[in-house]
Each structure stands twice: as structure tokens, then as C-alpha cells.
């Protein structure tokens, strides 16, 4: 059975998506990943996109958009209620944290200090997010 898990990582640093992407490989899940810099071209990805992603990674502090903006543009359309939203950011702020939830994310991490950090970090992301959650469209999906 061919495998439609994907990944949407939403994040402006060209390093830190490079740096997600070796982690990825290098924890050899069978997982599509896409990735947009700013909120409005990851709201235009999601509404031409015939499949959703398994799961969206958005970076907090956006350049042009605050990931609360994001979030709250996203949850108001019934297609993309039930994508898992994870914030993925630098900021262990307990404002930004309870700003997130009260958005409507569904989970919060800081990124890991080390390569190695963020490769089980990854892993750990996909094993809970696709492997074991179940989401109304995307039951049976794996990484």
C-alpha cells in the first residue's frame, strides 16, 4: 500500500527547515515533506492541495505572521479541523504556550539544542502524530 503520510513544516529560516529535512532522512521515516516560510503561502498550499498533510509544524514567530494569526484562519475552515497543528518554535514563553492552545494548537514543543535532539525529537513527533493519533481522514496512515 503506498504511503500518504506527509509533513507541512511552516518555517521562515531556510537553516532550520535544511536542518528538519536531514532529520527527517536521517530517521529514515517514509514520510512527504513540504514546506512553506510564511503562513499565507501554507494557507494557499492547504486550500489547492487535493490531500492534506498528516500533520502541520508551525514555527511561532513567523516573519509576516504570528503563528496565532495562522491558526486562528486555519481552524475557521471545517476542511482543515481536524489536521494536527503542533507549534514547533524556539520560545518556551508560557504566554506563547497558553496563546497557542487557546488558537487552537494541538500540541506545543520546543526544538531541541542538538542534531541528535531533533532527530528523536522528529521521530517521536511522527510516531504520536501519524502513527498512533487517529484523525477523522487519515486512519490507517503511517510513517
Known sequence: MPNH?????IEDSPGECELFRQALAKARLDVA????HDAEAALHFLKNRQGLPSLILLDWHLRHQHGNAFLTQ??????FAAIPVVVFTTSDDASDLHSAYANGANGYVVKPGTFDELVDCVRDLCRYWIDLNRTPYLVGATC
Open 5 to 9: 503520510s506527509s509533513i507541512l513544516l
Open 33 to 36: 515533506l513540504f514546506i512553506e
Open 74 to 79: 486555519l481552524r475557521s475552515q471545517v476542511r
